[in-house]
């Protein structure tokens, strides 16, 4: 769920309740649609929105996420679907890397450092240092994992829940026929892709040095 599994925070005092905790899930689309409702603009009816209103899972204990399946995508493709606990790889899903533990732990970054700063380490964590990251069940295609238990995607349980693959298949099949489809290009090398602090003054035209 890298990229995917993050936490969303929001503070409006007086409008949301402090310390309000809420596991559901929602998505970055979602911002969109609850914006317009709280300013009080209509959201555009010549297009199709995805997002839903999620001010209920902010200001209500309990409240449930408005969409019944929320989808990735892997580079321009679309990859998987969650729904609940359940999450399906429609294609096999993709693993940088298969090393023992010991091989894991000693893995550094050969891109860094690179005597630059930047907002956010630039070097990777070590493969072993994230669950799944090294073993788990072969990727396949239509690999079905329960988050719930599983939160390193290590077992593959489509065996056991076919009527959940068949569902999640589906609607991930529906949202595939209906998404715009994104040409498969390389954006042109450009300085400034990082924002990057020296001396104290953010610049974006620092780049980090290839690896040896």
């Known amino acids: ?9 929001a503070r409006w005092p007086g409008k949301i309740p402090a310390g309000m905790v809420s596991n559901e899930v929602a998505g970055i689309i979602d911002v969109f649609p609850t914006v317009c409702n709280l300013a009080g603009a209509r959201v555009p009816a010549d297009r199709v929105i995805d997002g839903k209103d999620i001010m209920p899972l902010m200001r209500t204990p309990g409240a449930k996420s408005p969409h019944e399946a929320l989808f990735a995508m892997a580079g321009a493709q679309l990859a ?9 790889h429609y294609n096999a899903p993709v693993r940088s890397r298969r090393m023992s533990e010991e091989d894991a732990a000693k893995w550094v970054d050969p ?21 799944g990251g090294v073993d788990g069940d072969e990727p396949k295609p239509l690999m079905l994992f329960d988050l719930e238990n599983d939160p390193g995607e290590k077992r593959d349980v489509s065996a056991q829940h076919p009527e959940v ?12 026929a209906e998404a ?15 924002k ?12 980090p040095s290839p690896p040896k």
């Open 80 to 88: 998987f679907v969650r729904s609940g606990k359940w999450k399906l």
């Open 165 to 176: 693959v068949a569902r999640l298949k589906a609607a991930f099949e529906k949202m595939q």
């Open 180 to 194: 715009a489809k994104i040409p498969q290009q390389r954006p042109p090398k450009v300085a400034g892709g990082l």
């Open 1 to 9: 769920d890298g990229g995917v599994r993050v936490p969303f925070i």
């Open 111 to 131: 891109r860094g450092p690179d005597g630059v700063t930047i907002l956010a380490p630039f070097e990777q964590a070590r493969p072993n240092q994230y669950p």
């Open 196 to 207: 990057r602090l020296k001396g104290g003054e953010l610049r974006y035209d620092l780049e």
